[in-house]
C-alpha cells in the first residue's frame, strides 16, 4: 500500500494564479480531509469529505474548493491564489469501519507559497 | 468551536528525565488522539484514547484520558534523544481540531 500520496511536494504561485492539490489513498477509506499547517497555529481543517459525493467545510474552507468523484481521490483547488495562502498542505484519511474517526493517515505534504 | 490547548508548547529535557505534555480541551468527546511530527515531515499517529480513563503505552510514551476533566496527559519516561519531535494532541467533535503542538527537544 503506498498509504496517502499527495503531488506536488512543493509549488510556487503567483497571487491570483489558480491550481489543484492531488490527493489519494489507496486503503479505501471513507473520510478524506485537508488540513493547512502555519507556524504556531497547528493544523486547521478546510474541507472535509464522509464518502463520494459528500464534502462539508472545516475551520477555514474560504479559498479553496474540493470535490470528491471517488473513494480515493480528494482534489483540493486554489481558486484564485493569495499570500495567505502560503502554508504546508495535509491530506489525511480515516476509515470509519468499527465506528467512527479512527485515527488518521497522513500523506507527505506539499508546500506551498504564494508571491 | 471546539478548542484545544497544548502545554507547555516549548520542551527542552535532558536524557533520563520524566516530563508529561497537557492537552486541554474546551467541550465534551470522548476521542483524543497524540501524533508526532519530525521536521519537515507528516504526521504519524501514536495513540487514539476512545473512552474516560484510557491508557495507551507505546515504549517510554504514555497516554492517557479524563473526559470529565476535558484533559489528556503524554508522559515521557526516561527521556532519549529520539523523542525529540513536535506532538500534537486532536479532538474530535463536529471535526477534528487540533493544538497548537509541543516542540520537544531532548539534549544529550
Known amino acids: 500500500n503506498a498509504g496517502v500520496t499527495q503531488t506536488p511536494k512543493f509549488q510556487v504561485l503567483k497571487t491570483g494564479q489558480s491550481m489543484t492539490l492531488q490527493c489519494a489513498q489507496d486503503?479505501?477509506?471513507?473520510?478524506m480531509s485537508w488540513y493547512r499547517q502555519d507556524p504556531g497555529m497547528g493544523l486547521r481543517l478546510i474541507h472535509y469529505?464522509?464518502?463520494?459525493?459528500?464534502?462539508d467545510q472545516g475551520e477555514v474552507p474560504n479559498g479553496y474548493n474540493v470535490s470528491r468523484s471517488t473513494t480515493e481521490d480528494f482534489p483540493l483547488r486554489l481558486l484564485s491564489a493569495a499570500p495567505s495562502q502560503t502554508s504546508v498542505y495535509f491530506c489525511a484519511s480515516s476509515s470509519l469501519a468499527g465506528g467512527p474517526y479512527n485515527e488518521q493517515f497522513f500523506g507527505p505534504g506539499t508546500r506551498l507559497t504564494v508571491l | 468551536e471546539l478548542k484545544v490547548e497544548q502545554n507547555p508548547l516549548f520542551l527542552s529535557m535532558q536524557e533520563g528525565k520524566n516530563y508529561t505534555i497537557y492537552c486541554n480541551y474546551s467541550t465534551t468527546s470522548d476521542r483524543l488522539y497524540w501524533y508526532r511530527q519530525d521536521p519537515g515531515k507528516s504526521l504519524e499517529s501514536l495513540f487514539v484514547?476512545?473512552?474516560?480513563?484510557a491508557v495507551k503505552q507505546e515504549g517510554r510514551l504514555m497516554a492517557s484520558l479524563d473526559t470529565k476533566a476535558r484533559l489528556s496527559t503524554l508522559h515521557i519516561t526516561a527521556a532519549v534523544h529520539d523523542l525529540s519531535a513536535t506532538y500534537f494532541c486532536?479532538?474530535?467533535?463536529?471535526?477534528?481540531?487540533f493544538g497548537t503542538g509541543t516542540s520537544l527537544t531532548v539534549i544529550p
Open positions: 484514547l476512545l473512552s474516560n480513563g
Open positions: 486503503m479505501n477509506h471513507e473520510y
Open positions: 469529505s464522509v464518502g463520494a459525493g459528500i464534502t
Open positions: 486532536a479532538v474530535f467533535g463536529n471535526q477534528f481540531y
